[in-house]
């Protein structure tokens, strides 16, 4: 669709490379990462990437109309033409595959709901719902996400102990434990404490190692920390992080996440 454009227009001066890092890179990140990773998983599989045009192509489309209006480029009549209707087709419509003598057009999803990303340099935004479908079309037709991760409804609607134990993949196992909390969890399953120490570099706090449940079908340990600093609400949260089996102690564990061992870590004054 801005393939032309791009041709003719790309250049690495140091404006292009001001209006990438303001609008490319934070569009992209936000359209092709998030929302179109969760449409895509509502739809049969392809094997060609993405074969259609529509909001994920957003980031182009600002960062030419950026360029052109900074008057940083002067554009060829067809190339503003392009332009023009690339943006009205963007903010009207879905995603849609044009054809020779026909053009399928898509509705836009009702429901949208989004979360800034952590340390975020430009604004970039991810998907995330915690009580619903984080993207929703007219059909029914949804997908979960939290914090940016696709999950299946029962992680948000209903996560419970058996149903994690049943979940082989990390990452929907580690949302569906945050959902109900890291502290029931290991509660409520059961799990068996190795060892626990006062966490040197995070004063008040404690580390904590506990055994992984066999149904999960792989040989690692729990180690249960609380961030080292805030989250956007004040508190500070508590979570874990899997660690190799081999450690049988919790100075060690938190040493081994950072690369370093456990005589090193007892010496951190603070973490974060």
């Given at each position: 669709m801005n393939a032309a454009i791009e041709r003719r227009y790309w250049s690495h001066d140091r404006a292009h490379d001001?209006?990438?890092?303001?609008i490319w890179d934070p569009l992209r990140t936000s359209l092709?990462?998030?929302?179109?990773?969760?449409?895509?998983?509502?739809?049969p599989p392809v094997t060609m990437g993405v074969p259609w045009y529509g909001q994920q192509e957003a980031h182009r489309?600002?960062?030419?109309?950026?360029?052109?209006s900074s008057g940083c480029v002067s554009m060829w009549t067809q190339d503003h033409e392009l332009l023009d209707a690339s943006a009205a087709l963007i903010v009207s419509?879905?995603?849609?595959w044009a054809f020779d003598d026909v053009c399928i057009m898509s509705e836009r999803p009702t429901v949208l709901h989004t979360e800034p990303m952590p340390g975020s340099p430009q604004g970039e935004r991810r998907l995330h719902r915690d009580d619903g479908p984080a993207l929703e079309f007219a059909d029914g037709s949804a997908a979960f996400v939290l914090g940016g991760a696709i999950v299946p409804e029962w992680v948000v609607r209903d996560p419970s102990v058996d149903r994690i134990a049943a979940e082989r993949n990390v990452e929907v196992r580690r949302c569906a434990i945050e959902r109900i909390g890291w502290d029931t969890y290991i509660e409520a399953s059961g799990l068996d404490l190795i060892d626990a120490t006062d966490d040197p570099g995070n004063a008040g706090c404690s580390l904590e190692l506990y055994t992984t449940p066999d149904a999960w079908g792989?040989?690692?340990?729990?180690?249960?920390?609380?961030?080292?600093?805030?989250?956007?609400?004040g508190r500070r949260r508590r979570y874990g992080l899997y660690v190799p089996y081999w450690l049988s102690t919790a100075m060690n564990a938190a040493g081994w996440t950072y690369g370093i061992d456990g005589d090193d870590y007892a010496r951190l004054l603070r973490r974060t």
């Open positions: 001001l209006v990438r890092q303001a092709i990462d998030g929302v179109a990773t969760a449409v895509k998983s509502l739809l489309v600002a960062f030419f109309d950026v360029y052109r419509t879905g995603w849609w792989r040989r690692s340990r729990i180690l249960l920390v609380t961030n080292g600093s805030e989250e956007r609400d």
